[in-house]
């Protein structure tokens, strides 16, 4: 199997860099992505993860949803991070700093804000974000 020059970390991976809680862990992580930091590898953090470390984040480690998202952001503007929607997903993160809405409904609220298509939903939180009313 030929290697990839795109690397996909896992939510474990990307929580033990930002919460530095496992030795271990954390200095092979830091090396990952001061290589992805720097350019020198290639990385895509999924929507997925991204929403994922919000929640471990937030909800199993108490951690306020600015401390949060404001880590997540700064890694989307690491040099070799290759995301195709890196634009949509540091809007997702404000909104999710400035906002009471979930991870899933902030990422839908600025894919809408962009243009990227219509939401359908019976949830006015949503509907409001959507429309820029929060």
């Known amino acids: 199997m030929k290697k990839s020059e795109r690397v996909f970390p896992d939510t474990n991976v990307v929580i ?71 634009d949509a997903l540091a809007d997702a993160l404000k909104l999710f700093s400035d906002s009471k809405l979930d991870p899933v409904d902030c990422v839908l609220a600025a894919r809408h804000r962009r243009g990227e298509g219509d939401i359908y939903t019976f949830d006015r939180e949503l509907q409001n974000a959507a429309t820029g009313k929060i």
């Open 16 to 86: 033990r860099y930002l919460l530095q809680d496992n030795a271990e862990q954390f200095a092979a992580a830091e090396s990952f992505f001061e290589e992805v930091r720097i350019g020198k590898k290639r990385a895509v953090i999924l929507e997925s993860v991204i929403v994922e470390c919000l929640y471990v984040l937030t909800k199993f480690y108490g951690i306020p949803r600015e401390e949060a998202a404001g880590p997540l952001a700064e890694l989307l503007s690491y040099k070799g991070l290759v995301n195709d929607d890196t």
